[in-house]
Every structure is written in C-alpha cells, then in structure tokens.
C-alpha cells in the first residue's frame, strides 16, 4: 500500500528517545497477536543492535486511519481503528513481511503489540521512488481521551522469497532486525482538551472581571484556532483573560477545518458574605493574634492554623483588630 494522504489520518509522532528493548511482563493487546500464531520476537536472543546490522527498513512513524477526516470522539468512548506504519525501504527487492512489536501503554495500562504485516514494495514501486510506503498492521483498540505510546520497539524483516510470509521466527531476527531509538506516541482524535489541558483562575471577588483560562488543543491536526465568546486565538494554547465566573461555550477548530464545540466553567473564589462574621476585637478564636489581613475581598480573616474561622469588615490593609 502506498503512502496515504496525510490529511485523512492522525499521525504518530517519533520522538528521539532511547528506550532498550526489554522482555514485556504484561499481556498481547486486544486483538493480538497478528496472525495469532505469530510470537513475541523480543523474546528471541538476538534482538539487539549488534545483532541488527542491516539497514534495509526505516521506520519513519505510524498512523491509525481515521476514515472520516474530522472524526471526533468523547473522552471514555472506546474506538477502533486500522493502523498504518510509514517505512522506507532502501533496496530493489520485494519482501513477504515486517514484523512489528512493542509495548502499548496509556499511561496506566500496558499490553504487548505482536503484529506481523506486508509486503513490501520495492523502492521503484513505491508512489514516489523512494521507498516510503504505509503498511497495514490490522485493527488497534484506542480509548478516545488517551495520550498512547509505543515503546521498546522491534521490528524483524525478512529476505526476498515467496517461504518468508508471516508469522516470523527467531530464526528470521538477526541480521535483518531493527530495535528504533524512539516511541511512536498516538495522536488522538480531535477533541474537547479535557481538565488536564485546560487551566483556570477563578474570579477573586463578585464583579472583580479578574478570571482568566489558559486552554490547550487536544488531538487532531494542529495549530489551532480557539473562538472563545467571539474572541479567536490561533496556535497551540489559548490564553483570555478579565472574566467573570459563569459558563462560556468556545470551538477549537485544527489545520483540517475540523471544529468540536466545548464548553467551561469560570469560578469564582468565597465571597465575602460566605464567610463567619465576627466584631474586630479579641474574642475571636485566635486569642493570641492581635492582627487580621485583609483579603481583596475587603474582609479581614482570622487565620486559626491557616484556616480563615472569622471576619471583620475592614478596610483593605493589614489593620490591628484592637
């Protein structure tokens, strides 16, 4: 299969960290293994990089196929989706397989990816000569909402031959092995940015128009553009500012003319009527604290233990109580 339109697809990104490959202790993801004779080949004894020499196959990143190009989820729903791994292969001969493995983990579970996928084309049938194709590694599960991660990384090809179809043994590993000095983390979906992705700063005091939300995109294809109440924001994150507590209704919209309508709420700290209300002078609970500080509220509270237990109206400065 060759490489697919980018725009109809959520990407993979590389990153340039080295993980080792390690023995997985936990169990093959749902659906796996693929075909289901096919085992684990970080098991095998020489998948290391000194075993794997040859440089025949490059993993550049992986994709799931969304189909439809603005498909949007609720973080909890539970999706699936073909996944696509982007290769470039750098010789002139056909091979039957690539064997793909690896640990999945969404930051609090953990399952072993075992898949087995092909052929591979030649570089002159490749889309442009260059060997850059996408092949497809069968249904993966994703939770929308989910940051996932593909770490400690193997890949296994074989030779050109008609005898080198899936499922591969150890015996297929060195030299033609690859252990990617990286984790492919998945782009999810266009969504809503949950809590994690969203930072507010309650209103100090009724009418003090002193809220502020810094918003951040979730998923899909960034940079972003943020309609807030009609105050737009292009980029990354979104920062607005002189709010009042309340509800507000804002669209995130990606580089793919994609929009999720999203809604949040600005609070507001106590107001001064709902705290107790004390006269200034020493019965208050705190007999050996003489002096009370004002909040921007204009009321000055009593700080039992760090606990504000009474007030007084006062004027906003650090006044005597006697």
Known sequence: MTHLNPFAKAILILLCIYFPILTGLSQPCIGDPVPP???DLRECADTTEDNCTSNDVEVLGAYLDLGDVCTSCQPGDILTFDLFVTIRHNTNSARPSLGLFGDVSNGIDTCDLI????????VSET????????????????????????SDILIVWTDAGANNDCPLDCGDVAPKCGVPVGSIFIQPPLICPTEDFISVTPESCPNAFDGAVTITGVGGFPPYIFNFEGDIVSGLTANYSALSSGTYNYTVTDANDCSVECALDIGSLPS???LIVQPCDDGDP???????TVDQCGTACVPCAGVPLATCTLPPIVQSCD
């Open 37 to 39: 004779t096919q085992t």
């Open 115 to 122: 898949r087995c996928g092909g052929p591979i084309l030649k």
């Open 127 to 150: 889309e442009n000569g260059d060997g850059i194709q996408d092949l497809y590694f069968g249904e993966v599960t994703y939770t929308c909402g989910t940051i996932q991660e593909i």
């Open 272 to 274: 001064c009527v709902d």
């Open 286 to 292: 705190c007999t050996d604290n003489d002096m009370e």
